[in-house]
T-cell receptor
Framework: DAKTTQPTSMDCAEGRAANLPCNHS???????VYWYRQIHSQGPQYIIH???NNETNEMASLIITEDRKSSTLILPHATLRDTAVYYC??????????FGAGTILRVKS | KAGVTQTPRYLIKTRGQQVTLSCSPI?????VSWYQQTPGQGLQFLFE???????NKGNFPGRFSGRQFSNSRSEMNVSTLELGDSALYLC????????????FGPGTRLLVL
């Protein structure tokens, strides 16, 4: 079973920041937080991951709370092409990715 | 750098047949994982190969098998196909390091009639 809890769906206005929350209250010290997204019928796309510190790359920022029990993925300027299912996954080295249902993000013009 | 490639992209088979799907990982990646995605069950892990050995296995029947070659390319085989095997089959590759970020291919869509 997935170790994360995410809202079923969210809407965001085009050009605004999209903030996607994820709860992982049972995360262990060795587990990373990964974010992937999947645009309809395509393979999941890696976005970002982190262990303790906040991370930023060209796609997004990942904010992890100090107790590591929750995190937020931030897409700074959402576009229509960001409409997808976003998966938050916690995973330890050597283990498989366990996907939950994810959050359907709808970016609207 | 080229991404993960999967062939074929689409496939139609009939019940009872067998099928072989192929995955070429990103250059330098030695771990290959396979996933099945269906509307009812979502994305589920099938198995992972590293250095031609199965390292992890999901909860699928023995009809699902795989292998990895010395160049890290991988194949998965499904024998005695059932209607429920209709799905998107995804392959992901990764470096074998502390973080092992997995990068996915476009998938093979299998339809069993």
């Amino acid at each position: 079973d997935a170790k994360t809890t995410q809202p079923t769906s969210m809407d965001c206005a085009e050009g605004r920041a999209a903030n996607l929350p994820c709860n992982h209250s049972t995360i262990s010290g060795n587990e990373y937080v990964y974010w992937y997204r999947q645009i309809h019928s395509q393979g999941p796309q890696y976005i970002i991951h982190g262990l303790k510190n906040n991370e930023t790359n060209e796609m997004a920022s990942l904010i992890i709370t100090e107790d590591r029990k929750s995190s937020t993925l931030i897409l700074p300027h959402a576009t229509l092409r960001d409409t997808a299912v976003y998966y938050c996954i916690v995973r330890e080295y050597g283990n498989k990715l366990v996907f939950g249902a994810g959050t359907i993000l709808r970016v609207k013009s | 750098k080229a991404g993960v490639t999967q062939t074929p992209r689409y496939l139609i088979k009939t019940r009872g047949q067998q099928v072989t799907l192929s995955c070429s990982p990103i250059s330098g990646h030695r771990s290959v994982s396979w996933y099945q995605q269906t509307p009812g069950q979502g994305l589920q892990f099938l198995f992972e190969y590293f250095s031609e050995t199965q390292r992890n296995k999901g909860n699928f029947p023995g009809r699902f098998s795989g292998r990895q070659f010395s160049n890290s390319r991988s194949e998965m085989n499904v024998s005695t196909l059932e209607l429920g095997d209709s799905a998107l089959y995804l392959c992901a590759s990764s470096l074998v390091d502390a973080q092992e970020t997995q990068y996915f291919g476009p998938g093979t869509r299998l339809l069993v009639l």
